[in-house]
């Protein structure tokens, strides 16, 4: 299974890099997106010069995908990656971490663009679709 980071898919909607064609080679019933996202996407919509394009495209996903919660898994997950991070002095971004913890707690491989920070969580899988 395969997790949307916010920039993958940011880069689906604006038709950028590889992305595309990545989904159209992956079954959508392994393709998933993270609740964090979500709330990536629906800050970035109400900061938008275009908001009903946005919408679009959240929906369109919503309707594609399915959306794994930050349950409890994923909460303590989020945790270690947090403490991890911390004690080794390269921490991530607080949605990053959530995102992250989300991934490890359901055996995801993370699809991002942001390699260099999520690269740094112990255990994480991270591909980045956008060039390849």
Known sequence: MVLLDTN???????????????LRDTPASEVAIPSVVLFELEYGLLRSNRPEAQRQGIAAVLSAYRVLDLDHASSKAAARVKYTLE??????????????????????????????????????????????
């Open 8 to 22: 993958t898919l940011i880069y689906f909607f604006k038709q950028q890099g590889q992305v595309a064609r990545h």
């Open 87 to 132: 004690q080794a002095g390269t921490p991530i971004g607080h949605c990053d971490q959530l995102i992250a913890g989300i991934a490890l707690a359901h055996q995801c491989t993370l699809i991002t663009r942001n390699t260099r920070e999520f690269g740094r969580v112990p255990g994480l899988a991270v591909q980045d679709w956008f060039e390849t």
